[in-house]
């Protein structure tokens, strides 16, 4: 069965290839498609925003689609930034700028700052919908460390570890992800259908 990715990040989509490897379902990406179609996010939770993907890409291509969208919700903050992760310090922001922004914020609460990334992973064939949630619970630290990663990683320190995100390598990042246990929860009923 081919299903198509709904992302043009090729790290993310390197990532989900990986782990339906050794499967009966081929994971095509936007880019493997040569489509740079990039979906406006205009939910308000996750789930709506992996479902506006993956319906619109849905109508494209009438193929399966996988989707995902994921943030960062801490405790302190009422859960933001959310759904506006990537863009928290504004349109064009960096992610140091969006690293600042949250590390002000936390500044008049008190230690420790917890929080969880959240990914919500969604499966569209224009009947049924599947959707998975994986989190990855930790706290905020007020000091960027590490060179790996993207976006929070360098001030995310995940429950049972003394390191940051951006202090793992990819492998230890994707053993414990947010996203690859929403996936691997897609990746397991997919495949469970197909046998069927």
């Known amino acids: 069965m081919k299903v198509v990715f709904a992302t043009q990040n090729k790290g993310k989509s390197q990532e989900v290839k990986n782990l ?54 801490i405790k302190q903050l009422g859960g933001r930034p959310g759904v506006y992760s990537a863009r928290y310090a504004g349109e064009n922001c960096t992610f140091d700028d969006n690293n600042k922004k949250v590390t002000e914020e936390l500044k008049s609460y008190r230690q420790p700052h917890r929080a969880k990334f959240v990914s919500q992973a969604i499966y569209y064939d224009g009947k049924e919908i599947l959707s998975f949630t994986g989190e990855l619970p ?26 940051t995100l951006a202090e793992l390598t990819v492998e230890e990042k994707n053993m414990i992800s947010h996203r690859a246990k929403s996936f691997e929860l897609l990746r397991k009923e997919l495949i469970k259908r197909i046998k069927k």
């Not at 709506?48 to 291509?61: D, F, G, S, V, W």
């Open 20 to 73: 339906f490897e050794g499967t009966n379902i081929e994971i095509v990406s936007l880019a493997d498609l040569g489509n740079d179609i990039d979906v406006e996010e205009t939910g308000t939770t996750f789930y709506e925003n992996a479902l506006l993907k993956a319906k619109t890409i849905y109508e494209i291509y009438k193929m399966p689609v996988i989707s995902d969208d994921s943030g960062l919700e």
């Open 138 to 163: 930790g706290r905020m630290i007020d000091k960027p460390r590490g060179n790996f990663g993207f976006g929070y990683d360098p001030i995310f320190i995940p429950d049972g570890f003394a390191n």
